[in-house]
């Protein structure tokens, strides 16, 4: 009889840190698609005002990182990540096929930014990546 | 020999309940603001390589020369626990200097100007 309630207590304990381990797993890989975009875009803006081409560089590294995430072409583990605690990038993690649109059409922006080390094109194409963002 | 060790444990706690004393007021005065001049906030050895390079490519600096462009009146800047403490930076994703600046810098709709 003693035996059983100490097998039900432990089946409930197991259970119990069984279902904890299970939703802190579920919060951590909860995404925010939106925020990230958002992200991306203030990089985008910060990039089109920076100063110097290799401010410009590093903000859109920055918006490329949080549209692609860790694992998605083009991220550049040497650049920070501003969305690394919000998601697997913007466009892995959106679902909505319009807004996969507009994120990879800037996206296409940032890269050809990033490809240019003429300071007014490459902020040019900072701007045309923020728009392409709203 | 009894009198020696009561002696030596009266000096250890003694010496605990300082160190105690120093922790508390510390703390309170962080969170009070009235933290000394010189707060440093970004400390390199705690940032990534990253970071560190995105923090020099901005020209964060811990005190902004300009008082009416600080860290404290930048959009992207959210408050710690009293005035003076170090705040986040939502750019850097990391801490910040509340009378700090970098080249991101951006009013805040309710900016306040350090005097």
């Known amino acids: 009889m003693q035996q059983r309630s100490r097998l039900a207590t432990h089946l409930s304990l197991a259970g119990i840190v069984t279902g904890s381990l299970m939703y802190s797993l579920a919060a951590a890989q909860a995404a925010d698609p939106a925020q990230e975009a958002a992200t991306a875009a203030t990089h985008a803006g910060l990039a089109a005002q920076g100063a110097a081409i290799e401010q410009v560089h590093m903000h859109l590294h920055h918006t490329v990182n949080c549209l692609v995430g860790p694992k998605g072409q083009g991220f550049d583990a040497k650049e920070a990540n501003p969305c690394q605690k919000l998601g697997n990038g913007a466009i892995p993690d959106t679902t909505d096929s319009a807004l996969k649109a507009k994120e990879s059409a800037a996206l296409a922006k940032a890269e050809a930014g990033l490809k240019s080390n003429d300071l007014t094109a490459a902020r040019k194409a900072a701007t045309e990546a923020q728009a392409a963002l709203k | ?115």
């Open chain 2, 1 to 115: 020999m009894d009198h020696d060790s009561g002696e030596a444990r009266r000096g250890t706690l003694r010496r605990l309940s300082a160190c105690c004393v120093a922790a508390a007021t510390s703390g309170i005065s962080v969170a009070l603001g009235t933290e000394p001049e010189g707060l440093v906030c970004a400390r390199p050895g705690a940032l990534s390589e990253a970071q560190q390079r995105q923090r020099r490519l901005d020209n964060y600096t811990e005190k902004s020369p300009d008082p009416g462009k600080t860290c404290r009146a930048c959009r992207f800047f959210t408050p710690g626990l009293g005035a003076a403490a170090c705040g986040q930076c939502a750019i850097f994703d990391g801490p910040a200097n509340p009378k700090g600046k970098c080249d991101d810098w951006a009013a805040r709709p309710d900016a306040q100007i350090d005097r």
